[in-house]
């Protein structure tokens, strides 16, 4: 069975008048409606003290990246500091290595002259021995002459 127009207009009065008598109704609708916004601003606020937090830990994470910054270029300045120390040393060692070179020619030209002298000294002595032997061969000689 279908319902008239008329019926459905009539329901329609019927449920508008019922709920007009019912304040409670409409009074909880407007106290969730409330709610609702009071929730909305709440987690607004929320929202934007949050925006603010982030903001400023972005601003502290920005100093300390700026701080670590500084902090690398000291340690670079260090360690280019280092390279040049290093450097020095490594022409010490050349400077070094330069004199052991020369020291070491300079023995070598001892160490030749000590050859020299030894030769020279073993010459000398078997001259002298020689000399020992034709002075005394003579001496004897003479002896036995006389």
Request: net charge negative.
């Given at each position: 069975?279908?319902?008239?127009?008329?019926?459905?207009e009539?329901?329609?009065?019927?449920?508008?008048?019922?709920?007009?008598?019912?304040?409670?109704?409409?009074?909880?609708?407007?106290?969730?409606?409330?709610?609702?916004?009071?929730?909305?601003?709440?987690?607004e606020?929320?929202?934007?003290?949050?925006?603010?937090?982030?903001?400023?830990?972005?601003?502290?994470m920005?100093?300390?990246?700026?701080?670590?910054?500084?902090?690398?270029?000291?340690?670079?300045?260090?360690?280019?500091?280092?390279d040049?120390?290093?450097?020095?040393?490594?022409?010490?060692?050349?400077?070094?290595?330069?004199r052991?070179?020369?020291?070491?020619?300079?023995?070598?030209?001892?160490?030749?002259r000590?050859?020299?002298?030894?030769?020279r000294?073993?010459?000398?002595m078997?001259?002298?021995?020689?000399?020992t032997?034709?002075?005394?061969?003579?001496?004897v000689?003479?002896?036995?002459?006389?």
């Amino acid at each position: 069975m279908a319902l008239a127009q008329e019926d459905i207009e009539q329901i329609q009065w019927y449920i508008k008048k019922a709920l007009s008598e019912m304040p409670e109704t409409l009074n909880a609708n407007m106290r969730y409606e409330l709610d609702l916004r009071e929730r909305t601003i709440r987690v607004e606020e929320e929202l934007k003290h949050q925006r603010e937090l982030m903001i400023e830990g972005f601003k502290q994470m920005e100093k300390r990246f700026e701080q670590v910054d500084k902090r690398f270029e000291q340690v670079e300045k260090r360690l280019e500091q280092i390279d040049k120390r290093f450097e020095q040393v490594e022409k010490r060692f050349e400077q070094i290595d330069k004199r052991f070179e020369q020291v070491e020619k300079r023995l070598e030209q001892i160490d030749k002259r000590f050859e020299q002298l030894t030769s020279r000294i073993d010459h000398f002595m078997v001259w002298s021995f020689a000399t020992t032997l034709t002075v005394g061969g003579l001496i004897v000689a003479a002896v036995k002459f006389l």
